[in-house]
């Protein structure tokens, strides 16, 4: 069964502080891969496409990069305002998504 | 892009009845999806749904429990019949209006169910 793998759970960074996230799949025939933001309550925020190894997309402080078996997620000098759920969804053979379980970004002033 | 509105954007309700949410885009699309998404959790894929055929239920989700409507191309409706406090949740819609491409979701219903 096709997964999608978010790592960490949970993080906290001190604003300015770079990191990455990380979303790890099992893949038979992978379409693309997405990256939202969701803030509480809300519904998720469209941030990346991802179609092939080795592509890379970049908006403001984040930076998405993709491999055969992984995506990441770059944040660099991070500020309060980034703090959010971020979701990985990976389209396989169909139009469908899956979800993996998110990341929760917490950057403290 | 698209742009996703949902009716209503949250509501309490008691065991028993049932809620209809309706989802409304600013452009026509051929498919939309509806998701939950349980507290701390991420979300799950509960249908598809096609102008003018059969919603399309994933694994877990019955047409008795979940039924949906898709009379055009820029309108949905599903509707949580008999519901338990387990169904307190988020429900998204989303529409993908162009393929291969990302999907758009609209600001979600949340529901609690007492």
């Known amino acids: 069964e096709d997964q999608v793998t978010q790592s960490p759970e949970a993080l906290r960074l001190q604003e300015g502080e770079s990191s990455s996230l990380n979303c790890s799949y099992t893949?038979?025939?992978?379409?693309?891969l997405f990256w939202y933001r969701q803030d509480p309550g809300k519904g998720p925020e469209f941030l990346f496409t991802l179609y092939s190894a080795g592509e890379e997309k970049e908006k403001e402080r984040l930076k998405a990069t993709l491999t055969k078996k992984e995506s990441f997620l770059h944040i660099t000098a991070p500020k309060p305002e980034d703090s959010a759920t971020y979701l990985c969804a990976v389209q396989f053979g169909n139009e469908k998504l899956t979800f993996g379980t998110g990341t929760r970004l917490t950057i403290i002033p | 892009s698209a742009v996703i509105s949902q009716k209503p954007s949250r509501d309490i309700c008691q065991r028993g009845t049932s809620l209809t949410i309706q989802c409304q885009v600013d452009s026509q699309v051929t498919m939309m999806f509806w998701y939950r998404q349980q507290p701390g959790q991420s979300l799950t894929l509960i249908a598809t749904?096609?102008?003018?055929?059969?919603?399309?239920?994933e694994s877990g989700f019955v047409i008795d429990k979940f039924p949906i409507s898709r009379p055009n191309l820029t309108f949905s409706t599903l509707t949580v019949s008999n519901m338990s406090p387990e169904d307190s949740s988020i429900y998204l819609c989303?529409?993908?209006?162009?393929?291969?491409?990302?999907?758009?979701f609209g600001p979600g219903t949340r529901l609690l169910v007492l």
């Open positions: 749904a096609n102008q003018g055929s059969e919603a399309t239920y």
């Open positions: 893949v038979s025939g992978l379409r693309g």
């Open positions: 989303s529409v993908d209006p162009r393929e291969p491409g990302p999907q758009y």
